[in-house]
């Protein structure tokens, strides 16, 4: 490339080129969106406890705590197809009317099942919603500019991260726990209608999406189902519902992205590949704050510190995806070695690092899995709409959001899921924990491997070539 063409290639994706005109309003609207979406995710997650108790609702916590992942995962698992005749105004309407049902449900609950009722509402409209947005972003942004947009989207986690907690806590204690789910849901209707008013900008187009496979959306919900119970029974049987478990709902994840994106080698390899990334990174994020504190001895300071490392290098490493690409050859596997590498650097600080020396080694692994997320993260999920038509934009951004959407639930599992039924049969928490970081490290190391044939989708011996531009394409990039 030469100077005037990188010259031309860096104005196209400065901050400014990308926030001009009303193509820049409805990317501030999305990102505010999203920032409302975070803070609402992290109120949930912190007042939860505090309803079921008041609600005297304990016995529905941990249903009421997974059942909106779990809807969303199953809108996302049937597809695009139901929706893909929809105007974008008609589904975003759609979704955000039920969103609000479902929110002033949960706000207004009486007993722990209304609350578990709106939250299933809610992610009905999530899943609805969830390959929206990354549809606008294949359809108004250029290759070259995608990959610095999803950076951005990955700051709108960071403040909310760190301060979200502190702010709902003053909420909770002003005026109660209502409250507390109330004002987040407010920045999320205020985002969807801001991205309303430029909505028209989108080159939409009826959507070619292939019809759903209930069978293997049967096989996923089973599989997380088996995974989920995996703790109720000791002993050989606890592990072995977990491992099929896992294995069900892998399998089944892959072959539902099969379905959404078709017969492309190199874009469904792209995609798979962020699956195996969030499963990795996510299932680690879900253990590590548990290493710190029970692993380790020390208290929730340390825990918070240790997440917080992650957050931090992600978004900072996503918001200049540039700096990465001159300085390092192959990004996109790069950062899939740092989240393999702290993984397993996880593991040294749960069996013979011990003291400061853990903890130390513990939030400097997952400084550098969180600089991992920010370089692999946006280049393989924009890079996986790269060239697509418009009739293929919605189907393919919904097969995104579902890898990162099941990639995480998965994830829970192979960690948080392996501690719990190891500490069941009476292991040790480090043991537990170490077992969990290297199923994860596992994981992580097969992505490595499999990379070069995931990223180009370059066919195995004897199999015919691809020979469309976007496989010529994947083949270049690498």
Known sequence: MGKSDKQTADASTSLRSMFSGRRGALLLALLFTEFGGAVQSIAYSSVLPIAAEDLHGAGLYGATLAAGSFTQILVLAIGSAPFARLRPITLLGTATVLFVVGSVVAVAAVSMSMILIG??????????????????????????????????????????????????????????????????????????????????????????????????????????????????????????????????????????????????????????????????????????????????????????????????????????????????????????????????????????????????????????????MGISYPRFSASAMDELPPERVLPVATAVAFSETAGTAIAGFVGGGTYSVLRSLGYAATTALSWGFLLLAAFGAGSVVLYRWLWTGQPAAGEPVDTSGVHRRAADDD
């Open 119 to 372: 939250t299933v509402v809610r992610g009905i409209a999530g899943g609805m919603l969830a390959g929206f947005g990354l549809s606008i972003l294949g359809g108004l942004f250029g290759d070259k500019e995608r990959t610095r947009v999803y950076g951005l989207f990955a700051m709108m986690w960071l403040l909310p991260s760190m301060v979200g907690p502190a702010i709902n806590a003053v909420v909770t204690l002003a005026w109660g726990w209502r409250a507390a789910l109330a004002w987040p849901a407010l920045l999320v209707i205020a985002g969807r209608m801001l991205i309303g008013k430029n909505i028209d900008l989108v080159p939409w187009k009826n959507s070619t999406a292939a019809r759903p496979s209930l069978t293997w959306v049967a096989v996923l919900l089973g599989g997380l189902v088996l995974a989920t119970v995996a703790t109720l029974p000791k002993g050989a049987t606890g592990i072995a519902l977990l491992v099929v478990g896992c294995v069900l709902a892998t399998v089944a994840s892959v072959r539902i992205l099969q379905i959404q994106v078709g017969s492309e080698r190199a874009r469904l390899g792209k995609v798979v590949l962020l699956f195996l990334l969030c499963l990795c990174y996510f299932g680690g994020a879900g253990i590590v704050s548990l290493a710190a504190i029970t692993g380790l001895g020390y208290g929730i300071v340390a825990g918070t510190v240790v997440v917080g490392a992650g957050l931090l290098t992600w978004s900072l490493t996503g918001f200049k995806p540039e700096l990465a690409d001159r300085w390092i050859p192959k990004p996109q596997v790069t950062g899939l070695v740092l989240v393999t590498v702290a993984l397993i650097a996880a593991v040294a600080t749960q069996t013979f690092l011990t003291g400061t020396t853990a903890l130390v080694v513990l939030i400097g692994s997952w400084f550098l899995a969180g600089a991992g």
